[in-house]
């Protein structure tokens, strides 16, 4: 038998809700962010592997580090 003075557990405050759910979101955000820079390491690792972009690349600038000068 329940006792009659026990009252009733009271709900999450608006301010807890508002904490959670605060929570959630940034939870949400840094998920994105890291997938964003994870692809981008994945994209600059295999353009440098594919030689478009690092010091002996033939889109870099001549004569920069990683060129042999002929003369």
Request: charged share 35%; proline share 1%.
């Amino acid at each position: 038998m329940g006792s009659i003075f026990k009252s009733k557990p009271q709900g999450k405050s608006q301010a807890t809700l508002d904490y959670e759910s605060k929570l959630a979101a940034d939870k949400i955000a840094e998920d994105k962010r890291a997938a964003d820079a994870s692809k981008i390491k994945a994209e600059k690792e295999d353009k440098t592997a594919r030689g478009l972009i690092g010091s002996r690349s033939m889109f870099g600038k001549s004569g920069g580090r990683g060129y042999f000068e002929g003369k």
